[in-house]
Every structure is written in C-alpha cells, then in structure tokens.
C-alpha cells in the first residue's frame, strides 16, 4: 500500500522560510522521481519542482528558482522542500508526488506524468504580506 504524508505547512509572513517534508512507504523510494505540486484556489494544479532519483537532477518552475530547493534523502524514504524568500503568491496547497514508473524522469513527471503519479492529500501553506 503506497502512502504519501506531506507535512510542514503553515502561515509565515513573507520574507520567511518554510521546510515542507513528505515520508513514503509502500513503494521503491530511491528508484523513482519525486516532486512538489501546488494548487491556490481557483487555478489549476501546478508543477513547482521535481527531482530524479539520484537527486542529480532536478526541474524547477521559473517562479521559485533561485528561493526554493529540492532534495530527497533515500535512506529515510523521504522528499524535502526548503523554501525561502516566500511571497504571498506563493501560498496554496503543496502536494508531493511520486512518480509510478523508475522511467519517468524529474522533468517527465513534473511536465506530463502528474496523471500516473502517487499523491498525498498536501499541506496549507499560507503566506501573508
């Protein structure tokens, strides 16, 4: 049974970080993408990064370049989100996503493989001004 758990959302001000963590079990963590997904009300989800499983290579939306990181640590089957610098645009739902195929690489999940991935149910992050 695969499960995905995000946690470490909240309300900061902006300037502010965040470090968003997402535990796994129930699949091969280290053989498989991972990546970070987020939904604001009323717009569609967006893909914010994602992240192969070597962690050699990562994808990033142009939005968060530069104030977000991507990492994974495989030995605790877990996906990380260090997110500085945050806007108020950047409040929404963070989803973490597993890729369900070893082939599908970071920019393939993050750009086309959203529909076969593993998700778990997010976390709030909300960013005042």
């Known amino acids: 049974q695969v499960e995905v758990v995000e946690s470490g959302g909240g309300l900061v001000q902006a300037g502010e970080s965040l470090r968003l963590s997402c535990t796994t079990s129930?699949?091969?963590?280290?053989?498989?993408?991972m990546g970070w997904f987020r939904q604001a009300p009323g717009k569609e989800r967006e893909a914010v990064t994602c992240?192969?499983?070597?962690?050699?290579?990562?994808y990033y939306a142009d939005s968060v370049k530069g104030r977000f990181t991507i990492s994974r640590d495989n030995a605790k089957n877990t996906l990380y989100l260090q997110m500085n610098s945050l806007r108020p645009e950047d409040t929404a739902m963070y989803y973490c996503?597993?890729?369900?195929?070893?082939?599908?690489?970071?920019?393939?999940?993050?750009?086309?493989?959203?529909?076969?991935?593993?998700w778990g149910q997010g976390t709030q992050v909300t960013v005042s001004s």
């Open positions: 996503a597993a890729a369900s195929r070893t082939a599908y690489t970071d920019d393939f999940l993050c750009h086309r493989g959203r529909s076969s991935a593993y």
């Open positions: 129930g699949f091969t963590f280290d053989a498989v993408s």
């Open positions: 992240i192969s499983w070597s962690g050699g290579s990562t």
